[in-house]
């Protein structure tokens, strides 16, 4: 597995495009989510306007700042996800965000990219000053919470939704 995480630069527009496109096709296929939620909030056709609105700069009622990374893969020079790290929490990001939103492009998915994308992910928090990560992930998500658990999380608690879906708390403590 030769990977690493990047900023989003101009040299990778081609990759962005054809994993966000791959990514909601399969949303709209098969009903499935789209996290990190950040890399699907603007529009990549106009890239630099994506690039420029991608991350959170400045707090908000609702939001923190926060640094996107994708996961690249080296050898076949193509995007396989990305990871949103927000830099504190706070309100309903405490309780059901977290600091890490991660995904891996639905082509790619079950080959243990998660489980690095979130071993890298852990290394950027540390230089952040994070050194206790809140993951969320809901309870049906196993394979979300197998690349949690691989990365040395503790459950902390369930929460159960208005809609009746269950969120898995899991903290880890970065060493």
């Not at 990374?69 to 990305?82: C, K, S």
């Amino acid at each position: 597995m030769n990977v690493k995480l990047i900023k989003l630069t101009k040299e990778y527009e081609k990759q962005l495009g054809e994993m966000i496109d791959e990514w909601k096709a399969d949303i709209i296929a098969n009903k499935t989510n789209h996290s990190p939620w950040v890399i699907f909030k603007n529009d990549h056709h106009d890239f630099d306007s994506y690039l420029k609105n991608l991350e959170t700069k400045e707090e908000t009622d609702t939001w923190v700042p926060d640094s996107v990374f994708f996961l690249l893969d080296i050898d076949r020079n193509i995007l396989l996800g990305a990871v949103n790290i927000r830099h504190w929490l706070k309100g309903e990001l405490l309780r059901t965000g977290g600091h890490i939103g991660d995904g891996i492009r639905p082509s790619e998915r079950k080959k243990g990219y998660a489980t690095e994308m979130i071993r890298l992910a852990l290394i950027e928090c540390k230089k952040l000053g994070i050194d206790r990560v809140l993951m969320v992930c809901e309870r049906n998500n196993i394979g979300s919470a197998r690349s949690i658990i691989k990365n040395g999380r503790i459950l902390e608690n369930e929460i159960t939704n208005p809609d009746g879906s269950v969120e898995q708390r899991y903290w880890i403590e970065i060493k």
